[in-house]
Nanobody
């Protein structure tokens, strides 16, 4: 069982930056690949990015590539999402997620077993 607690969201102007953190409980954080998803009002949850458990390889949605950076600190059981050059269309509730390796796509929310509570990010124009 893994519990995920997110922090770092808030209100920022377009062009600004925010960093989200996701703290995981337990000693097995390094066993999971980790992802970030987001859900805007009236829209379905969508993939933002992911980072693998061993090599730390990263994957991003096209809409955030070059602006967002995912990282993880396995010693601190923490996942990060650095968001730069924010746009109003980035406004959403952001969720971190942990998944056991099972060979599926990192882009697929069904590959993740545990989810954080969600953290609101609002970008004003």
């Amino acid at each position: 069982q893994v519990q995920l607690v997110e922090s770092g969201g808030g209100l920022v102007q377009a062009g600004g930056s925010l960093r989200l953190s996701c703290a995981a409980s337990g000693r097995t954080f390094g066993s999971y690949h980790m992802g970030w998803f987001r859900q805007a009002p009236g829209k379905e949850r969508e993939f933002v990015g992911a980072i693998t458990r061993l090599s730390g390889s990263t994957y991003y949605a096209e809409s955030v590539k070059g602006r967002f950076t995912i990282s993880r600190d396995n010693a601190k059981n923490t996942l990060y999402l650095q968001m730069n050059s924010l746009k109003p269309e980035d406004t959403a509730v952001y969720y971190c997620a942990a998944g056991r390796p099972r060979g599926g796509s990192y882009y697929d929310s069904a590959q993740y077993d545990y989810w954080g509570q969600g953290n609101q990010v609002t970008v004003s124009s």
